[in-house]
């Protein structure tokens, strides 16, 4: 079981590569998402770098699309990662 939250890129910058740009993306996201449950759930262990995933393409205007997922952890109910999700 997972969370998915659904992510569109609004503007580029034409001198750095898609690429680059999610290698970065998911650096932020993973500090975000973990500074979101710290929000509301301080006691809970952080988001591993492997529990939040990233799947996505590039449209026609070469903007990204995706998906953010956070996966079920053991020994975390799966209502307090929803509400990290929602916030």
Known sequence: ???CIRVKQIRT????SSLHEVARLMEILHGFINKI?????P???SFAVNEVNLTGYTDEHNMLQAMIILKKRQGVE???SQITGLL
């Open 1 to 3: 079981m997972s969370l």
């Open 13 to 16: 910058d034409p001198t750095t």
């Open 37 to 41: 449950q710290w929000q509301h759930s």
């Open 43 to 45: 006691e809970l262990r």
């Open 78 to 80: 799966i209502e307090l």
